[in-house]
């Protein structure tokens, strides 16, 4: 039998004067604006370059929810695709993933069957493995072309840093001053160290001061970071990516430390979770954004029977449903709400909240 081709493994390769705080950044330059990045509901969308990526000739993509999430790749053959990223899927859900090395691509689709979770894992990655199944003769024949392709130009993944800096995904406000040049953008993806920022600003300084506003009433942090890469437009346009910066941050105000932190821990609860959104309009829109956009993963819907078959309900499911109540007819709700309780699905029922006070009452419910 011919021997397939695979791409491997390899270890990883072992740096003017910093702007200060700014104090007078005034809190309404912080204010929750509307989504600069809305989340992307259908094929895979630009994404965010971690500042510390080496090697950016593999992206790779996976669908969680209706969204589609960053992954690192840690070994691709004929047969499964091992990833690492801020939050796994469930063992037994099938999965889109999409491949891409340098400028071709693959979209391949599997079954979890394997989930290593930060604590069992070496380097505190999350991890999980997926087996393809029953793919097409022209799937198949896509992936052993883009295999061979990388074994030809030499290209093999490094993998993820220690997730001591565990990146997650979000689209988060950021106020950004930059040699007296203040702007709003929007993160990403965060972690104690870096984040990515989205905006089609030109940064010129190689290091700015930057505010963020937190999902906590009247709280907000303030940092010093270092411009670690930039996505250009024309590197945008032709890998797919999205155009900022990544940004290494150096240092946070004394007193914002800790609420930072408390920040992440919460971003990092939410995106071990997936939520459904029922319901109808733009109002539930909305309120998928604003949950995905805080870094839960979520699905929206207003049919049962497609929500059961997608979701797989059957295999562990959501972790909890929200039901726009005044978007849907009393017969649909009352059948949603049937097939929740049939199903063990936790519901947390809104009646016109807006987005951020249903994203706060799902964080309770949650206990995030």
């Not at 910093?18 to 912080?30: C, E, G, K, V, W």
């Not at 932190?261 to 990092?268: E, G, H, P, S």
Request: proline letters at 7%; a positive charge.
């Amino acid at each position: 039998n011919e021997r397939m081709p695979t791409i491997p493994a390899r270890p990883a390769n072992a740096r003017a004067s910093s702007p200060s705080f700014d104090p007078a950044m005034p809190a309404a330059r912080l204010a929750m604006p509307p989504l600069a990045v809305r989340a992307r509901m259908s094929s895979p969308p630009p994404i965010a370059i971690d500042p510390g990526d080496s090697d950016q000739n593999v992206r790779v993509r996976f669908q969680r929810g209706d969204s589609w999430m960053p992954a690192r790749l840690r070994n691709l053959t004929t047969k499964e695709i091992r990833l690492a990223a801020s939050a796994a899927p469930a063992l037994g859900h099938h999965l889109k993933v999409s491949v891409n090395v340098g400028e071709y691509g693959v979209m391949l689709h599997g079954t979890v069957v394997e989930v290593v979770n930060t604590e069992r894992s070496v380097d505190g990655s999350t991890t999980f493995r997926l087996e393809f199944q029953e793919l097409s003769a022209r799937e198949r024949d896509q992936l052993v072309s883009l295999l061979r392709m990388a074994q030809r130009q030499g290209i093999s993944l490094t993998p993820p840093p220690p997730r001591k800096n565990r990146r997650f995904a979000i689209s988060w406000p950021v106020a950004v001053v930059s040699e007296g040049h203040r702007f709003n953008a929007a993160a990403l993806d965060i972690s104690e160290r870096g984040l990515f920022l989205a905006t089609n600003n030109f940064i010129q300084a190689s290091r700015l001061v930057f505010g963020i506003p937190l999902d906590r009433p009247q709280e907000q942090v303030q940092g010093r970071a270092r411009v670690a890469r930039q996505v250009t437009s024309e590197m945008a346009e032709r890998l797919g990516l999205q155009t900022g910066y990544g940004l290494q941050i150096e240092g946070l105000k004394s007193d914002d430390e800790g609420r930072f932190t408390q920040f992440l821990l919460r971003v990092r609860k939410r995106s071990e979770k997936h939520i459904i959104v029922v319901g109808e309009g733009e109002r539930s829109q909305h309120l998928a954004e604003c949950f995905h956009a805080a870094g839960y993963a979520v699905s929206r819907t207003n049919n049962v029977e497609k929500m059961l078959l997608r979701n797989h309900i059957d295999l562990g499911g959501p972790n909890m449903a929200v039901l726009d109540q005044g978007s849907l007819s009393a017969q649909l709700r009352d059948d949603f709400i049937a097939s929740f309780a049939e199903h063990q699905i936790p519901v947390l029922r809104l009646d016109g909240q807006s987005p951020h006070i249903a994203r706060n009452a799902l964080d309770q419910a949650l206990y995030v």
